[in-house]
C-alpha cells in the first residue's frame, strides 16, 4: 500500500530507509546455524510485500515520539509485527491451499505442508523471541493477547465454512480478529514506544483497528472481483473455500431467498453467477461504502487528536484503501 505514497518527501525517505533497517532485523534474526534452515527462510523473500504493519507501527512512534531519532527497539518492533505477519500468510496459504502469493510461488508449494507448517512456527517462535530482547513487558502481553486473537479468528472463520446464515455481527468480529487486530497492535505498539498517553494509545490504536477492518473487507472483495494476474494470488479462494465475505453476508441479510443460489455458486465454485447475484442486489457498492466509511471514521478520529506530518502520513495511507476496486 505504501508504494503509492510519496517516497520523495522527508518522510517518505525516513520511513524507506527505517523499512530497509527493519528487513535487516529481520533476517539477521531469522538467521540460523543450520543450512537447512537458512535454505527454507530464503525463500521468504518472494513474501515480502508493502510492509504496512511495520509501516503503521513506525508512522505511529514518530507522529507520538518527541525525538527524531528511532530508538532500536522502534525498529525491533516493526520487525517484530512483520515477522507475526508472515508467520500468518504462510500458515493462511496451506489452510487456502494456495499456490502463488505476490506473484511468486508459495512455501508450501515450494516445500510442502510439513515444511511451511514448521517455518510458521519458526517465524511466530522468532517473533517472540525478538519481542523479548526489547524487554518491555506491556509489548509482550499485547503479542501474545494478539497472536490468541489472530488464531481464534481463523478459528471462528474455518466453523463458519459455507454458513449462509453468518451474521454481519460474526463477519465483523472474524475480520476484527484475524487481520484488524494485528493491524491495530502495530499501532498500539508504535504509541507505547513513542510515549504517547492512554487517549493518543487508544485513538491510534482504534484507527488501526478500522483500517485494519477496511483492509480485510478489501482484500474479500478482490477476492471476488479480480483476476489472479491481478492480485498475485489466486482468486475466488473464499468461494471455493466456502468463506462468506461481506457483500454476500449483507445481500443474505436482506435477501435471505437467495440462501440456496448462494449455497449452489458455492458448491459449483461459480464465481460469476455469485458476482451476478451481487451486483444485481447493490451489494458490491455497499461493501465499497463501508471501507469508505470505516477509512473516514479512522482518519476523523486521528485528526480530531494529532496533528503532525506523520499523523497526515497514516491518514493518506488509510485513504488509499478507498482507492483501486
Ligand atoms: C489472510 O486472510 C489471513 C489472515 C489475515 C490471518 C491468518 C492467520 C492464521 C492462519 C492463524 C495462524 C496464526 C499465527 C499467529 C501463525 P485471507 O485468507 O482472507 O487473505 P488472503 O487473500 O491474503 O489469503
Ligand atoms: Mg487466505
Known amino acids: 500500500m505504501n508504494t503509492m505514497l510519496d517516497m520523495t518527501n522527508e518522510i517518505g525517505i525516513w520511513l524507506s530507509a527505517e523499512l530497509d533497517e527493519v528487513s535487516s532485523v529481520m533476517s539477521g534474526h531469522l538467521q540460523n546455524k543450520h543450512p537447512e534452515v537458512n535454505s527454507v527462510c530464503s525463500k521468504l523473500a518472494a513474501y515480502k510485500g508493502k ?33 507475526i505477519h508472515l508467520a500468518t500468510l504462510v500458515h493462511d496459504d496451506i489452510l487456502d491451499e494456495a499456490d502463488i502469493r505476490r506473484g511468486a510461488q508459495t512455501i508450501n508449494s515450494l516445500c510442502g505442508n510439513e515444511a511451511a507448517v514448521i517455518l510458521g512456527d519458526y517465524l ?76 493518543i494509545v487508544s485513538v491510534l490504536r482504534n484507527f488501526g483497528g478500522s483500517v485494519g477492518k477496511a483492509f480485510q473487507i478489501r482484500d474479500d472483495l478482490l477476492d471476488l472481483l ?28 436482506k435477501n435471505p431467498d437467495l440462501k440456496p443460489a448462494v449455497l449452489r455458486a458455492i458448491s459449483n465454485h461459480d464465481r460469476d453467477a455469485l458476482r451476478k447475484l451481487l451486483l444485481d442486489n447493490g451489494s458490491i457498492s455497499s461493501a465499497l461504502h463501508e471501507i469508505k466509511k470505516l477509512v473516514d471514521g479512522a482518519v476523523a478520529g486521528v485528526r480530531g487528536e494529532i496533528s503532525n506530518d506523520s499523523s497526515e502520513q497514516l491518514c493518506n495511507l488509510a485513504a488509499q484503501l478507498k482507492q483501486g476496486i
Open 51 to 83: 510492509m504496512l504493519r511495520p509501516s503503521l507501527l513506525l508512522l505511529s512512534w514518530r507522529a507520538t515520539a518527541d525525538c527524531a531519532v528511532v530508538p532500536k527497539n522502534v525498529v525491533t518492533a516493526a520487525a517484530v509485527v512483520e515477522l
Open 124 to 199: 511466530l517462535s522468532s517473533a517472540f523471541h525478538l519481542c523479548s530482547t526489547i524487554k518491555h513487558v506491556e509489548l509482550n502481553i499485547l503479542l501474545g493477547e494478539v497472536t490468541n486473537t489472530l488464531c481464534a479468528g481463523e478459528l471462528v472463520q474455518l466453523s463458519h465454512r459455507n454458513d449462509v446464515d453468518l451474521s454481519l455481527d460474526s463477519y465483523f468480529q472474524i475480520i476484527n480478529d484475524k487481520t484488524a487486530s494485528l493491524i491495530a497492535a502495530s499501532c498500539e505498539m508504535g504509541s507505547l514506544l513513542g510515549g504517547g498517553d492512554g487517549g
Open 226 to 253: 479480480a483476476q489472479k494476474i491481478d492480485i498475485g494470488k489466486p482468486a475466488g479462494r473464499d468461494l471455493e473455500k466456502g468463506k462468506l465475505t461481506l457483500p454476500v453476508i449483507a445481500m443474505l441479510a
